[in-house]
């Protein structure tokens, strides 16, 4: 049974960083891409950030880039998003995913084959 468990999430103040991290059992972790989405009150759920099975390689969604690190750790099948200057728009739920889509880009919902319950990141201006 594949699980995905996010944590990590929280409340900061603009201009505030959080590290949120996502442990993952039940699956060959180095097999996987892995993405972060995220989803705000009334909205859809959109692509934040991904890193590919070896993670030398990221993208981002272009509202995130210079501000938002992914990272992974093979070793403790975990992966990280580290989130910097943060903003109002950026508070959300956020999720982790996996995606054993053979795509240069996992950006789409439907790329992914398991998702994580969530954590909800907070920021008050």
């Known amino acids: 049974q594949v699980q995905l468990v996010e944590g990590g999430g929280g409340l900061v103040q603009a201009g505030g960083s959080l590290r949120l991290s996502c442990a993952g059992s039940?699956?060959?972790?180095?097999?996987?891409?892995m993405g972060w989405f995220r989803q705000a009150p009334g909205k859809e759920r959109e692509f934040v950030a991904a890193?590919?099975?070896?993670?030398?390689?990221?993208y981002y969604a272009d509202s995130v880039k210079g501000r938002f690190t992914i990272a992974r750790d093979n070793a403790k099948n975990t992966v990280y998003l580290h989130m910097n200057s943060l903003k109002p728009e950026d508070a959300a739920n956020y999720y982790c995913?996996?995606?054993?889509?053979?795509?240069?880009?996992?950006?789409?919902?439907?790329?992914?084959?398991?998702w994580g319950q969530g954590t909800q990141v907070t920021v008050s201006s």
């Open positions: 995913a996996a995606s054993k889509a053979l795509i240069a880009y996992a950006v789409e919902t439907g790329h992914y084959d398991y």
């Open positions: 039940g699956l060959t972790f180095s097999s996987y891409t």
């Open positions: 890193i590919r099975r070896s993670g030398a390689s990221t």
